[in-house]
């Protein structure tokens, strides 16, 4: 039963990971990305999401409940896996290793950037370009946005990849690997669309 259980929250974790969270992810970094565009691009973005009928709905239960959800337990995978890539350096064991570690950095850095972002607005403080470029002022905060967008991406695309494979979608070795390329490509494109985003309200 208990093994049920296990295997049930697993795939579910899984499965909120890339829905919603990770589709969320994606558009969060093409809104962001208008700010290469300027100020006046970025904030009449900020603006349409901001106003989107039962934006309050879609936070809670679209993004922040399977958010909460995929965090504690992802933290509970990571803090109970058996990483073995002292013993064997296989690059699935490395990408299992880096899974772990870069879900508790995304955790943090996203705890921060809500509390920097949404909390602030939901105080009265306007979400727009000045908002992020003051927060970016900082080179400190710069670094540990960047580093923060390539973990949370990384772990988004190896994701994608275990979850391809736990949902049966991938099943041969030779699928796997083509789906590795993929999933790396995917980690490349959005990471640069991320750091652009960051760089222009630098």
């Known amino acids: 039963m208990a093994g049920n259980r296990e295997f049930f ?6 499965l909120l990971g890339v829905i919603p969270v990770g589709l969320f992810l ?43 959800f995929h965090a504690i337990y992802g933290l509970y995978i990571a803090f109970t896996a058996q990483n073995n890539v002292s013993k064997y350096g296989y690059f699935r064991n ?12 995304t955790l ?14 939901a105080l009265g403080t306007e979400v727009n370009y000045d908002m992020m470029a003051n927060i970016v002022d900082n080179p400190f905060m710069l670094g540990f946005y ?8 990384f772990h988004f695309a190896n994701g994608l990849w ?28 959005l990471s640069i669309v991320g750091i652009r985003a960051i760089l222009a309200f630098a």
């Open 9 to 14: 929250y697993r795939r579910l974790h899984s």
């Open 26 to 68: 994606t558009q969060h970094l093409v809104v962001n990305h208008f700010a290469t565009q300027g100020p006046e691009a970025f904030n009449r973005a900020a603006s349409f999401m901001g106003n989107l009928p039962f934006r309050y709905f879609l936070e809670i239960f679209i993004i922040f409940l399977p958010l909460l």
């Open 94 to 105: 490395w990408m299992f290793m880096l899974q772990r570690l870069t879900g508790v950095i």
């Open 108 to 121: 943090i850095f996203v705890t921060w950037h809500v509390w920097e972002t949404r909390v602030q607005a």
């Open 146 to 153: 960047i580093v923060g967008i390539v973990s949370t991406v």
């Open 162 to 189: 275990s979850f391809c494979v736990s949902w049966g979608l991938t099943v041969t070795p030779r699928s796997q690997q083509i789906f590795t390329y993929v999933t790396m490509a995917i980690f490349v494109a």
